[in-house]
């Protein structure tokens, strides 16, 4: 599977896979060994929460690894045709002004106007033109954008 990110994104992850399969082991290593020498293991919440974490680590390091693995690097695009992955674009509804730019699933941060090109929204302006109008399905019903500038 794909992982779209930015540059910037890339090597985020990156350093965050290099300190978890560094550092990180190493630490949970340290709390494994100084909860079995507690001794029995069967009643030791410290060697149950060193696994848990240990767990979490091994798991968000595969998960990194596949992201940095198969990463496609968003390039940020401007004077283009289309809504593409990398664009920042304005829109239109019901007379209010929304800007988004279109990223990968793991930089997506709404709240700050950068949308998943995976989202119902992000779908939905892929592809489109300037002055577009998009009909995206939301909890509610539907709503109507107009998209008004490309970037």
């Known amino acids: 599977m ?3 990110v930015t540059a910037e994104k890339l090597e985020e992850l990156k350093a965050e896979l290099e300190n978890l399969k ?12 100084r909860a079995k020498e507690l001794g029995d293991l069967s009643e030791n919440s410290e060697y149950f929460e060193a696994r848990e974490e240990q767990q ?3 798991t968000r390091i595969s998960e990194l690894e ?4 198969n990463a496609v690097l968003i390039n940020p695009v401007s004077g283009k045709e289309l809504v593409q992955i990398g664009a920042t674009i304005e829109v239109s509804k019901d007379g209010k002004v929304s800007r ?47 998209i008004t500038k490309i970037e």
Not at 22 to 33: C, G
Not at 66 to 69: C, G, N, S, V
């Open 100 to 146: 988004y730019t279109i990223v990968g699933a793991n930089e997506a941060r709404p709240e700050n106007g950068m949308i998943s090109n995976e989202s119902p929204l992000g779908k939905a302006f892929l592809g489109k033109r300037l002055n577009d109008s998009v009909n995206v399905r939301i909890p509610v019903g539907e709503a109507m954008y107009t």
């Open 66 to 69: 596949d992201i940095t693995k």
């Open 2 to 4: 794909q992982h779209h």
């Open 22 to 33: 560094t550092q990180r082991r190493m630490d949970v290593a340290e709390r494994l060994k």
């Open 56 to 58: 979490w680590v091994e």
